[in-house]
């Protein structure tokens, strides 16, 4: 492998000096896709984005135990690569439309973004029912959590139980998360990726499940702690639910969905936490992910009035120190900027005429 | 004068991420007490950014609260984005715009509909009193027919103590004046929304600023790009997409500088991709995007950008586009003297009429006027393709003028020559970003005209200020006093019908302007002693034509007369006379634009009066 500084040109019959590199590559951690200028690098797109697709199906470089050499961490979590094999799912359960592309093309192919759809009752009466799965098979997955289990380990019990009961889980694959929940470990925020650590004494965790079954999705998450976790974190977590009930409280028809981050935010600010920003509430039924849009924090401008019918998530993370997120290189994890932990809740909500039904209550 | 809701609002501006740099420019009171406006406080140069507002922060169908219920009961338009913010002015101090509606509903835009009766009677002698007295009946039809109904749906919200206090008539009217007046077009996303900060800036026919959005935007979410699909026109491309990272979009190599997202540069494809004409202009945009970006995304944001210097203490403005007096005056609330854009009217009827007193044979006019109606847009065929063709495709595409109210507002544009309206149709140079879509508005506005056709109004031509008459009426004119050979001969064959009025309009270029032309090549080959095009030689008039134009000449003359007894202008006083006597009463708001009005056609028709009669003197 060449180590000068002069590094050649990948495209096919072009041995011109390169300084510029494929940004995919980079983002994969795919060393040397080094290209001479941009025209050239077009000209090889074609052949060129192949190499992609490959590293895509790989499960990070191989023996890495840090796939991503040089990248600045904010906290002290690291990911444990490589991560098991993609668990399958049997024939005989319904899948969503993104199972085998990870496209969800239903949710792209929506007519606008304003449009909050109001189920029927024989619609609320299947979801729930899909709701209750998710609950059953997320208590099953919190009883597993304990110290020195690693999280891959609860996504194999999540996955298992899923497809016991005839659902299908509905993260794997979507927009091509690799596996079948998100695991959210102390300053990972959400969307963390089961993998082969071990958790610790100490530790919090996020688990985030979600079930697909006779065409609808439910989703739901809890914080918990692992073995002995110190007074600021159970405060944290006890702020972060007592955030999410509080919200659920003002759900009802003519209520509107901006604000509801206003009840959010001043709960987590009596206690010094912040809110994070980026990731909100969302619709759920047919589609994993629809309107409305739910941000948590104050003074939002969400749009939609509540009526009978919707049904959606409320879901907010609660940080120890700052509000702001960044994304680790998979593209996935979403971690506190400041390395501090981060606490969440979330159940999925219907609409009723005299207030709201939580469907996936215990 | 720095009220509290100003000061509030400013701070609110800030807040929300609009950009204006405070030592640069201030809002304050206009000197002729209009309303308030933008004011430099320094000199600044052309192209200086003045004002940068985020979508984020517009107030549009798509960010009101009530967005998913306006939805959900298909409500459009103008009417939509009013109940809109009818809505978010009920929510008080929670609403996210409350301090931006605070200083606007504190200074509520004197507008001609707040007028009383008597005062609109004084309108009478314009034509811009008919279209007032069309919105006062609109305003009240749809707030019967679409407000109403609307409210009493969705009861839960629209409690019976917010009805009576915030969903009445009155302040219907009230929010109504304000979305017409200062109503912005952002994109086809937000499509007509109240743009704060920018819509403190005034009109001027000559201003030294522009207004500047990006246009094309996704229509389901509003972003420059997202996965959407729209109406299957990104399936081919997605097709080949297998893996939903890697578009067939080529992403932006890192290089030493810049951290290219790949957002940016698909944002830089869609826009490309949607300008398929500009292809030249979109890949230079990409590469200045590329440059001027390192590590920011494009900032989606509608800017007011300078054109001109302007030094401290000066105004600064832009156009609001190319329209008469009459529509600024219903639907901005104010007039312009001497405006390059007024017309007068001209019904078919007066035409008729005209022809009836020099012809004097009502079934040759009926038959003649008839194949015109019929024929003329095999004519005006090659003209009217861009902008039939264009992007007025119905529902969806609802632009913020007076279309609901079905009384098509003249606009001068159908037919006429673009020698004055340089800014009326084509879009200016993009900096970064696709002209406003006000200039663009005017093409579709035609489309829209009456409801009933997907047409605009046949029946009406126009004046221009000038006082010449526009390419319609010109040809209804010839074909109806052109001799029975003549007329013969057009009907059965469309290529010389063709060449008749191609020699008409060569001619009316010739005769009418050119005294000007002529000086002006004349200075032209002297400096540059270039070659010039060529002018196709003209032959002089022969007999019949002379005789046909003749008969045209009077029967504007006749057509002028005519126009103005209708409106009961008289020749009294002169147009110029008339404007000396309305400055002197020192009227003010709709009553003193009002008066603008009504000098303003009285001018065209007396400019047409002298021009006509110079023109017939001369044959």
């Given amino acids: 492998m060449a180590t000068s500084s002069e590094q050649l040109c990948q495209g096919l019959n072009c041995s011109k000096p390169a300084a510029l590199q494929c940004p995919t590559c980079l983002k994969l951690g795919i060393p040397n896709s080094f290209f001479c200028s941009q025209s050239c690098f077009k000209d090889n797109w074609g052949a060129h984005k192949a190499i992609h697709k490959i590293a895509a199906m790989a499960n990070g470089p191989p023996g890495g135990s840090d796939p991503w050499p040089g990248y600045k961490y904010s906290g002290t979590l690291r990911p444990v690569y490589p991560l098991s094999p993609r668990r399958t799912v049997p024939a005989h359960i319904q899948k969503p439309d ?76 979507y927009n091509g998360f690799k596996k079948s929940c998100c695991t959210s470990v102390n300053e990972v925020i959400c969307h963390g990726v089961p993998d082969m650590r071990p958790l610790k004494d100490g530790d919090i965790i996020n688990l985030d499940v979600s079930v697909y079954k006779d065409g609808f999705h439910s989703d739901l998450n809890e914080t918990v702690p692992v073995g002995n976790v110190d007074a600021n974190g159970l405060r944290l977590i006890k702020n972060a639910r007592e955030c999410m009930e509080k919200a659920i409280a003002m759900v009802k028809p003519g209520a509107l969905y ?47 009035v509540m009526k009978v019918g919707h049904v959606f998530t409320i879901e907010p993370m609660i940080n120890e120190g700052t509000w702001k997120d960044e994304m680790w290189p998979d593209s996935w994890t979403a971690v506190t900027q400041d390395g501090k932990r981060s606490a969440q809740f979330e159940q999925t909500m219907v609409v009723t005429e005299t207030g709201v039904e939580i469907l996936t209550a215990r | 004068m720095s009220s509290k809701e100003l000061t509030a609002f400013l701070a ?35 192209g200086y950014e003045v004002i940068q507002v985020p979508k984020a922060i517009v107030l549009s169908v798509q960010t009101t609260g009530i967005a998913n219920l306006l939805e959900d009961d298909e409500v459009e338009g103008d009417t939509a984005l009013t109940i809109g913010c009818m809505y978010e002015l009920s929510r008080g101090a929670q609403s996210p715009w409350a301090p931006y509606l605070a200083l606007l509903t504190k200074r509520p835009p004197q507008m001609a509909t707040t007028l009383s009766k008597e005062s609109r009677e004084m309108m009478k002698m314009c034509e811009a009193y008919n279209d007032i007295e069309a919105d006062i009946k609109d305003l009240q039809e749809d707030f019967e027919s679409i407000v109403v109904p609307f409210i009493e749906k969705n009861s ?63 229509e389901i979410c509003g972003a420059l790009a997202c996965e959407h699909m729209e109406d299957g026109s990104d399936d081919e491309d997605d097709e080949e997409n297998e893996d939903g990272s890697d578009d067939d979009e080529v992403p932006d190599l890192a290089g030493d500088d810049s951290a290219p997202a790949a957002g940016k540069k698909a944002a830089a494809a869609k826009g490309k991709k949607a300008e398929e004409d500009m292809e ?50 219903s639907k901005y609330g104010f007039a312009v003297e001497n405006n390059p854009h007024d017309t007068v009217t001209i019904q078919l009827d007066m035409v008729r009429q005209a022809a009836q ?40 595409h609802d632009h913020d003028h007076d279309h609901e109210h079905g009384h098509g507002h003249g606009h001068d544009h159908h037919g006429h020559e673009h020698a004055e309206g340089d800014d009326c149709c084509a879009p200016k140079a993009p900096k970064k970003k696709a002209a406003e879509a006000e200039a663009d508005d005017e093409d ?29 009426l010109l040809m209804l004119l010839n074909v109806l006093f052109m001799d029975k050979d003549q007329f013969a001969k057009i009907q059965e064959d469309m290529e010389a019908a063709m060449e008749y009025f191609n020699d008409i309009f060569m001619r009316r270029e010739q005769e009418e302007r050119g005294d000007e032309d002529e000086e002006m090549e004349e200075d032209e080959e002297e400096e540059e002693g270039h070659e010039k095009v060529p002018k196709p030689e003209l032959g002089p008039r022969d007999e019949k ?50 008066g603008l009005c009504v000098q303003g056609e009285k001018q065209i028709l007396q400019n047409g009066l002298q021009g006509y009669d110079s023109f017939l003197a001369e044959l």
């Fill in chain 2, 12 to 46: 609110w501006a800030e807040e929300n991420e609009i950009l204006w740099d405070k030592a640069a420019i201030e809002i304050k009171e206009t000197p002729s007490k209009y309303g308030l406006g933008v004011f430099a406080k320094k000199r600044l140069e052309p």
């Fill in chain 1, 98 to 173: 993104y199972a085998d592309t990870g496209i969800p093309l239903s949710e792209q192919n929506i007519r606008s973004s304003s449009v909050i759809e109001a189920l029927p009752k024989e619609d609320i009466d299947v979801l729930r029912k899909v709701c209750k799965i998710a609950r059953e098979v997320i208590d099953i997955g919190v009883a597993a959590v304990k110290v020195g289990v690693t999280t891959d380990e609860i996504d194999r019990i999540i996955h298992e139980a899923t497809i016991e009961r005839g659902g299908y889980p509905s993260p794997l694959n």
């Fill in chain 1, 258 to 304: 901006r604000d509801l981050g206003n009840v959010i935010e001043k709960h987590a600010k009596t206690e010094g936490f912040q809110v994070v920003k980026t990731y909100c509430g969302h619709g759920v039924h047919r589609l994993f992910h629809c309107a409305p849009n739910i941000p948590h924090y104050a003074r939002n401008k969400a749009i939609g």
């Fill in chain 2, 444 to 472: 579709d506005e035609e489309m829209e005209g009456e409801e009933e056709e997907d047409d605009f109004p046949r029946d009406i031509m126009y004046m221009m200020h000038d006082g010449s008459i526009d390419d319609r």
């Fill in chain 2, 357 to 396: 007193r020099i012809l004097k044979d009502e079934k040759l006019i009926e038959e003649r006027t008839a194949w015109f109606l019929e024929n003329e847009d095999a004519f005006i065929g090659a003209e009217d393709d861009d902008e039939e063709g264009g992007c007025c495709g119905g529902g969806d």
């Fill in chain 2, 545 to 594: 034509s002379k005789k046909t134009r003749k008969a045209v000449l009077e029967a504007i003359l006749t057509l002028i007369r005519i126009r103005a007894d209708a409106f009961g202008v008289t020749d009294k006083t002169t147009a110029e006379q008339d404007l000396a006597s309305l400055k002197k009463a020192k009227l003010t708001g709709p009553l003193y634009y009002g």
């Fill in chain 2, 280 to 329: 030249e202009d979109g890949e230079e945009w990409e590469d200045e995007d590329a440059e001027d970006d390192d590590d920011e995304e494009i900032n989606d944001t509608c800017d007011i950008i300078l054109d001109d210097e302007v030094e401290k203490g000066e105004e600064i403005t832009r156009h609001y586009g190319p329209y008469p007096n009459k529509i600024l005056l």
């Fill in chain 2, 156 to 218: 839960d919200v629209f409690t019976a103590e917010i009805k009576a206090k915030f969903f009445t008539l009155e302040a219907f009217r009230a929010m109504m004046e304000i979305v017409s007046s200062r109503g912005m077009d952002v994109d086809n996303f937000h499509v007509t929304a109240l743009v704060p900060f920018a819509d403190f800036v005034n009109h001027n026919p000559m201003p030294n600023a522009d207004y500047l959005t990006h246009e094309e935007v996704c």
